[in-house]
């Protein structure tokens, strides 16, 4: 490694740890929410979050930059670009920097959101199917004769 992406490194380490704002993302994250890698980094994920919300992860980052704690997983909210909310299942990971010292936080973002308005869904049917039944008076028997 040459020792101005070194220094570069070094410095965007301490400055994410510091003000918790990523200094590298991927394509298929920013696509995610709907923007440019340029558009992320060195923003503060919680100009992510749905207004009003604080970021479960922050309640950890320092467990995590301390070695107290060396995972998080976790699901969470994010605001897509143009205003929707995208659900993602979050795994962190401190790991070592570099050899520099300082821990980094390696996170893996999936995409659930698909799995979380089915998992709505079935809550309402299954609400309907009870409200039905009460007002029908039905209901089902289980077991064996």
């Given at each position: 490694?040459t020792l101005?992406?070194?220094?570069?490194?070094?410095?965007?380490?301490?400055?994410?740890?510091?003000?918790?704002?990523?200094?590298?993302?991927?394509?298929?994250?920013?696509?995610?929410?709907?923007?440019?890698?340029?558009?992320?980094?060195?923003?503060?994920?919680?100009?992510?979050?749905?207004?009003?919300?604080?970021?479960?992860?922050?309640?950890?980052?320092?467990?995590?930059?301390?070695?107290?704690?060396?995972?998080?997983?976790?699901?969470?909210?994010?605001?897509?670009?143009?205003?929707?909310?995208?659900?993602?299942?979050?795994?962190?990971?401190?790991?070592?920097?570099?050899?520099?010292?300082?821990?980094?936080?390696?996170?893996?973002?999936?995409?659930?959101?698909?799995?979380?308005?089915?998992?709505?869904?079935?809550k309402e049917?299954?609400?309907?199917?009870?409200?039905?039944?009460?007002?029908?008076?039905?209901?089902?028997?289980?077991?064996?004769?």
């Amino acid at each position: 490694m040459t020792l101005s992406r070194r220094r570069f490194l070094q410095g965007a380490a301490a400055a994410g740890a510091a003000a918790s704002v990523p200094f590298y993302i991927n394509r298929a994250f920013a696509g995610m929410l709907g923007y440019g890698v340029d558009n992320l980094v060195g923003r503060s994920f919680v100009s992510l979050s749905p207004e009003g919300e604080t970021d479960p992860v922050y309640a950890f980052a320092d467990d995590l930059r301390s070695g107290a704690r060396n995972s998080l997983n976790l699901e969470k909210r994010y605001r897509h670009r143009e205003g929707g909310i995208v659900w993602v299942r979050l795994n962190l990971n401190a790991v070592d920097g570099l050899g520099m010292g300082e821990r980094m936080l390696v996170g893996v973002a999936q995409d659930i959101t698909e799995r979380q308005e089915a998992e709505k869904r079935l809550k309402e049917s299954s609400h309907l199917l009870e409200e039905a039944q009460h007002l029908g008076q039905v209901g089902f028997i289980r077991g064996m004769i």
